[in-house]
Each structure stands twice: as C-alpha cells, then as structure tokens.
C-alpha cells in the first residue's frame, strides 16, 4: 500500500495515465472537428437548395411581368415539378398565385395592373417555402 502511494507521487509514475488523459483530449478534439465541420458542409447544402428555389421563384414571377408587359408567350405557368401556378384576370388587374404541388402553400403572390403599355406591380409578396 505505502509502495502505491509513493508511485502515485512519483513524477515517473504517472506518464501513462497522463498520456492517456492527453490523448482523451486529442480525440475529444479530433471529433468536435469533425462534427462542426460535417454540421457545416450540410448547412451551405441547404442554403444552397433554398437559394436555388428562391431563383426559380423568382423567375416565374418576372417571366408573368414580361409576359403582361406583351412580351413573348411564356411557360411561367409551366413551374415545374414542385409548384402551381394559377393566373386569375380581372380589367387591368392580373395576378399570380405560386403554390407548393399538393398542399396550399402559397409561395409567391403577384398582383399587377397593365395600364396601356406599363405594368405597375401592385403587390409582389413572399411566404416561406
């Protein structure tokens, strides 16, 4: 027992436990790393896929202008596999409403009046998609 005590005193009795206190920490380091970086790399992957949406978006939404403003036949109503587009007309006043596929959600609204050859663009609302 009186042999333990001294080897626990001892400055050389205690280098494995002090390497292997050391080399916890390391690895504890090691993951940490690993972990925000991974967190990271999925993070600018769905910037990235919500920025890609935002620009489809928004490109039906000026595509309806143009194509109010006289421009060349448009698909905007075409909105791919992920959205409805529904156009309703009333006199001077036009307006877009953008929807998920099979849900309600509305993700883009446009209501514009065409007066003459101008279109002035009344309402140009976002929700989230």
Not at 32 to 49: C, M, N
Not at 67 to 79: I, K, M, P, R, T
Request: hydrophobic content about 45%.
């Amino acid at each position: 027992m009186k042999r333990a005590l001294r080897i626990l005193k001892d400055k050389r009795g205690i280098a494995i436990e002090t390497a292997l206190l050391f080399m916890l920490v390391i690895f504890s380091l090691c993951a940490l790393i690993t972990s925000v970086a991974t967190i990271g790399r999925h993070q600018a992957k769905l910037e990235s896929d919500v920025l890609v949406a935002d620009v489809l978006i928004d490109q039906i939404g000026e595509d309806f202008i143009d194509y109010l403003a006289g421009g060349e036949e448009s698909d905007f109503d075409a909105a791919g596999e992920k959205y409805d587009c529904k156009v309703d007309k009333e006199e001077n006043i036009s307006t877009l409403t953008l929807t998920k596929k099979g849900t309600e959600s509305v993700v883009l609204y446009i209501e514009a009046e065409k007066t003459g050859a101008e279109v002035k663009i009344l309402r140009w609302r976002y929700s989230a998609p």
